[in-house]
Nanobody, 122 residues
Framework: QVQLVESGGGLALTGDSLRLTCKAS?????MGWFRQAPGKEREFLAA????????AYRDSVQGRFTVSRDDAKNSAFLQMNSLQLDDTAVYYC??????????????????WGQGTQVTVSS
């Protein structure tokens, strides 16, 4: 069982940057980032494997969002640059049950944080 807590969300203007943090209760898991806007399905954004730090990104955010982690602190980060109005959503971090996986689908993740709201306005 892994407990995950996100932080760093808030209000931003278009073009701003935000850095989200996900703190895990234990080490050794891939950390994934997702978001869900009102009326839309939860979508994968990025994931980073433990120790080797292999990454995966959603095509539409690659180059604008960067995932990283600090294994010593059991933390993962999502740096979001050039924020746009349609980045407004609740952002979640998640961990899969398989420690070695780097999944990109929500159904492959077993543990979820409570989410942090990101609101972008013009």
């Amino acid at each position: 069982q892994v407990q995950l807590v996100e932080s760093g969300g808030g209000l931003a203007l278009t073009g701003d940057s935000l850095r989200l943090t996900c703190k895990a209760s234990t080490s050794g898991y891939t950390m994934g980032w997702f978001r869900q806007a009102p009326g839309k399905e939860r979508e994968f954004l990025a994931a980073i494997a433990w120790e080797v730090h292999r990454t995966a990104y959603r095509d539409s955010v690659q180059g604008r969002f960067t995932v990283s982690r600090d294994d010593a602190k059991n933390s993962a980060f999502l740096q979001m640059n050039s924020l746009q109005l349609d980045d407004t959503a609740v952002y979640y971090c998640a961990a899969p049950r398989s420690r070695s996986a780097l999944p990109t689908r929500a159904g492959e993740y077993a543990f979820w944080g409570q989410g942090t709201q990101v609101t972008v306005s013009s």
